[in-house]
């Protein structure tokens, strides 16, 4: 079955350093999108990618979605302790019209 | 003038019991939807109405139950509620279903539900 794998599961970081997460889908995807889950919270909607190899940036974070569009990454310049949270990447399930979430990757920042 | 509400955020109740978990959303949204999240934090779609119609029916035991008395609700019925049971589940709606574009989703602030 489909299956969307984000790596690294856990991450720790110092204030400060960078963080990148990399999500891998076993299928091309027509979109990507990405989700932050704060602690206690619920997923909140990022952005959306739609080109091959589009890249978006927000402020200090910059969205890339794969040329053969089964692959994304997020990258956070800089992190700081507002970036705590699970991110995940999410993307249509083949034949349906809901979206697949990744695994996540769960961020904690180390002031 | 929250997007997506859930009733209640903490539900604590015996195996055997029967629950139901609400939900609103005040966006207009034509699609609303079920997920489930573990302890792990994986989070896995369970239903999705559009325009009061279920097309997404994952393979979730028949204990759950998604009812939609209108666009704007969608209330997941739970019987004989099992451990395995325990988990967060967050209502999203998205504003229409789109073959080519999958729509933005907006999530609830969940509902903890424990199994005792």
């Known amino acids: 079955g489909q299956q969307v794998m984000q790596i690294p599961q856990y991450q720790h970081v110092q204030e400060g350093e960078d963080f990148t997460t990399y999500c891998n889908s076993s299928?091309?995807?027509?979109?990507i999108q990405w989700y932050k889950q704060r602690p206690g919270g619920h997923p909140v909607f990022l952005i959306q990618l739609v080109k091959s190899g589009e890249v978006k940036k927000q402020k200090r974070l910059t969205f890339q979605f794969g040329e053969a569009k089964k692959n994304s990454s997020l990258h956070i310049t800089a992190t700081q302790t507002t970036d705590v949270g699970t991110y995940f990447c999410a993307g249509p399930e083949t034949g349906a019209n809901n979206l697949f979430f990744g695994t996540g990757t769960r961020l904690t920042v180390i002031p | 003038d929250t997007a997506v509400s859930q009733t209640p955020k903490y539900l604590v109740t015996q195996m055997g019991n029967d629950k139901s978990i609400k939900c609103e959303q005040n966006l207009g949204h034509d699609t609303m939807y079920w997920y489930k999240q573990d302890s792990k934090k994986f989070l896995k779609i369970m239903f999705s109405?559009?325009?009061?119609?279920?097309?997404i029916n994952e393979t979730v035991p028949n204990r759950f139950s998604p009812k939609s008395p209108d666009k704007a609700h969608l209330n997941l019925h739970i019987n004989s509620l099992e451990l395995g049971d325990s988990a967060v589940y967050f209502c999203?709606?998205?504003?229409?279903?789109?073959?080519?574009?999958?729509?933005?989703?907006?999530f609830g602030p969940g509902t903890r539900l424990t199994v005792l």
């Open positions: 299928t091309t995807l027509s979109n």
């Open positions: 999203a709606s998205s504003p229409r279903l789109d073959w080519d574009l999958t729509d933005t989703q907006y």
């Open positions: 109405y559009n325009n009061k119609e279920l097309i």
